[in-house]
Each structure stands twice: as C-alpha cells, then as structure tokens.
C-alpha cells in the first residue's frame, strides 16, 4: 500500500508522466525556485521574531530615525 491508496506503480507512473510533460529541466528549475521562495520564507519568519523581541518604545524609536533619514531627502527634491 503506498500514500493514501495510491500503489508504488501507480505513484512511478505519475511521476513518469510529469517528467515527459515538464521535462527534467523544467522541473530542476520548478524545483529550485521553490527551495529559494522556502528559504525566503523562512528568513522572513526569522526577521519577524527578531522584532517581536523588541520593546515597543525601540520599535517606535527606529521608525523616528528611518523618518529624519528620509525628511532631508525630501526637502532637498522639493526645494530644487
């Protein structure tokens, strides 16, 4: 008995199928694209934990010095 009824001829079989219609380099970079989206997942939950572990007064004090890095920046386009 394979997965979910589904016999190991059967399981081949499809697998054959799949091959011949995307062809090997079709799946290798389907494959790879998805193992680069997986990662990126994952950096992404990572980056996300890193700011729950900061006080919300910290979180408040970068978001005030990303606004004056950007504010004079601003000015300098409108001005000109």
Not at 32 to 60: N, T, Y
């Amino acid at each position: 008995m394979g997965i979910g009824g589904i016999s190991m001829w059967q399981l081949l079989i499809l697998l054959l199928i799949v091959v011949l219609v995307f062809g090997t380099k079709r799946l290798r970079n389907m494959g790879s694209d998805l193992g680069a989206a997986v990662k990126g997942f994952r950096s992404g939950m990572e980056e996300g934990k890193e700011e729950e572990k900061l006080e919300p007064d910290q979180i408040e004090a970068e978001e005030r010095s990303e606004a004056a890095t950007e504010e004079p920046a601003k000015n300098k386009e409108t001005s000109g």
